[in-house]
């Protein structure tokens, strides 16, 4: 099992350039989210979905899109980057509501 | 929506001694309270978590407990060792069922262990 698999590991971006962060999860996990962690502001979450087809907003989805095809991928797109939206963003599976969540390694985005 | 506050935000302790977290949370319909530890460069991972039903929660060296009334939960680590050197995240959520994990993070707490 590779668990939860995140690219880029680190990507700069111009402000309006577009972009999609790719995550990945083996372990046939139904729920998946989305997480931008800014310094001293813990994680905060953007989108996330509870299956296949399914998708909601988080508390800060604003200048990002998501779908799920699959059980196993959940790209998360930044549609026009902004500098705002520099950060560290990290994607997390479980495989139920009540169960332990499973973060990836991380992707550092820069938009200059 | 929900609001945990976590102190303090850094913690020196000298290796061997104890170390406590304190998180508060604000919305009763929070259920569920997972403790993350995040090394340089990685992801966070969840070391101990608690539910509403249990008051106390031990695994080795590191324990949670949890005041329903006062909307607190607390992390303990006993006989700190260099490698518990990290930012620990508290986080609380609602869980309910068919609404997806949202789970509301502290602000962390950069523990360091003093050899």
Not at chain 1, 22 to 50: F, K, T
Request: charged share 15%.
């Amino acid at each position: 099992n590779a668990g939860v698999t995140q690219t880029p590991k680190f990507q700069v971006l111009k402000t309006g350039q577009s972009m999609t962060l790719q995550c990945a999860q083996d372990m046939n996990h139904e729920y998946m989210s989305w997480y931008r962690q800014d310094p001293g502001m813990g994680l905060r979450l953007i989108h996330y979905s509870v299956g296949a087809g399914i998708t909601d907003q988080g508390e800060v989805p604003n200048g990002y899109n998501v779908s799920r095809s699959t059980t196993e991928d959940f790209p998360l797109r930044l549609l026009s980057a902004a500098p705002s939206q520099t950060s560290v963003y990290f994607c997390a599976s479980s495989y139920s509501w009540g169960d332990t969540q499973y973060f990836g390694p991380g992707t550092r985005l820069t938009v200059l | 929506g929900e609001n945990v506050e976590q102190h303090p935000s850094t913690l020196s302790v000298q290796e061997g001694d104890s170390a406590v977290i304190k998180c508060t949370y604000s919305d009763s319909a929070s259920n569920y309270f997972p403790w993350y530890k995040q090394e340089l460069g990685k992801g966070p991972q969840l070391i101990i978590d608690i539910r509403s039903n249990v008051g106390e929660k031990k695994d080795q060296r590191i324990a949670v407990t949890l005041n329903k009334t006062a909307k607190h939960f607390s992390l303990h680590i006993t006989e700190t060792q260099p490698e518990d050197s990290a930012v620990y995240f508290c986080a609380a959520s609602p869980q309910i069922p068919n609404t997806g994990n949202q789970f509301y993070f502290g602000t962390g707490t950069s523990l360091t262990v003093i050899p």
